[in-house]
């Protein structure tokens, strides 16, 4: 049986000044089928993709959506043709209800009907197995059910052509599962799907087909049958990649970090951690798992002086002693001699200034040790360019600003400064949040290294395939609690999934 086209590429080039994002690209996706589209940071997937739904105007080559060649312009001539992207980062009203915001925007006859949206989004979700309450804030909703409405408001319009941003990103393992249910009910109606994500192990479970590009050229697309974890990044990088994590024993480990009873509140009053304990090893990685917004953040920016508490403990122990952190500013941490470094989720606002260059971020570390007033400008600048060698950080040179990089090559930098700085507690939060497989496994290697040093290293992710295969313990977070503490070897997904939705939901 032939397959229907719906959309096809051909010759899609784009260019940002002399940068050239897509070179001569040709795709094909076809009614009925998933594919997912793979690549390192900066291949331009997500460029193409922005193409295809209207926010960027291909320099060159040709859009045809099923037979017929067509200009986009816009996200409404996208939508119009069919075409609906639901970004990573979701574009929703926060005051307003599920309902509200899958029909904003929309001109529709007469007055807003509350009772026929309603019914309509209640069609919706009974042919595809949605489960959302059209009269709910967004405010009190979880990550998945965000995305819920994000991809309801795309069918509600008549799309038939879907494009999905890491859609998994911060979901659990059964959120997971219920998404691709979702997406597979969708591709068996006849819809089109396009998926753009750095999981493998979801591409080679819910995909039909895989297109991969590299360095902004389309390299080819196999059927995901035939596809294997290494062979598909190998297309991706361009030669055999080494696909395993590191993870030696943990060698003479030393309590590094006591933390007891830990409760915070932020400016809204709401308590983000309730009565949190637990101990940090030099010697061991740590993991932190839990849903999106369930204290990971507050937590690490409490230890490093970043966030006030409201009651508890947070003891440094080192071989002079231990130091009560609480009370404490992160400068006055610093000046303490504790060794502790921050590689916080927020890259270009926490981490790095976005208009400064390599040498001006590793400056930040130093510059109040500058005689007379004057920063020590030599140092940062013999350390950029160490950083920029040994991590293969791709850049023009150390004066080029840091928001002209990749993503990768950002959390690079910032990674690499942190590390230079030789701490005893190493904190990260999303270290590889999308970032290519082959930057994430550097920073992995990098992580590990530290752990081999004695370093307390403690790493939240999102990823539990990487939790489970890089962390020596795991803790887990729900609604602020501590839900269980977990041997990395031995603990499985579906446990960490359970616990990350239940308080004491697994032991």
Known sequence: ME?????????ITKRFGDVVANRSVSLEVYRGEILSLLGENGSGKTTLMNMISGIYFPDQGHIFVGEKEVLIRSPKDAIDLGIGMIHQHFKLVDVLTAAE????????????????????VQAISEKYGFSIDPQKKVYDMSVSEKQTVEIIKVLYRGADILILDEPTAVLTPQETEKLFAVLRAMRDDGKAIIIITHKLQEVLELSDRVSVLRKGEYIGTVPTSEATAQSLTDMMVGQATVLNIERPEPVNPQRRLSVTGLTVVDGNGVRKLSNVSFDVYGGEILGIAGISGCGQKELLEAIAGLQSVQTGSIIYHSENGSEELVGKSAMAIREKGIRL??????????????????????????FKRG?????????????????????????????????????GNVQKVLVGREIAAEPK????????????????????????????KGVAVIYVGEDLDVLLELCDRILV??????????NGRSATREQVGLMMTKVGGAS
């Open 425 to 452: 507690i190493l904190m990260t939060a999303y270290a590889v949040r999308g970032l290519d497989i082959n930057t994430s496994y550097t920073i992995y290697h990098l992580l590990n290294q530290q752990k081999e």
């Open 101 to 120: 915001n899958i029909v904003l925007g929309l001109r529709e006859k007469g007055k807003f009907d509350k009772k026929a949206v309603a019914a309509r």
């Open 341 to 366: 470094s921050f590689v916080p989720e927020d890259r270009l606002g926490m981490g790095l200034v976005a208009n400064m260059d390599m040498a001006g971020n590793m400056m930040l570390r130093s």
């Open 3 to 11: 397959k229907e086209t719906a959309i096809r590429l051909e010759g």
């Open 371 to 407: 005689r007379f007033g004057l920063s020590d400008r030599k140092s940062p600048e013999v350390l950029a360019e160490q950083v920029k060698d040994d991590l293969e950080v791709v850049t023009p040179s150390i004066q080029t600003p840091v928001r002209r990089m990749s993503g």
């Open 477 to 486: 977070l729900c609604g602020g609690q501590v839900s269980g503490i977990l």
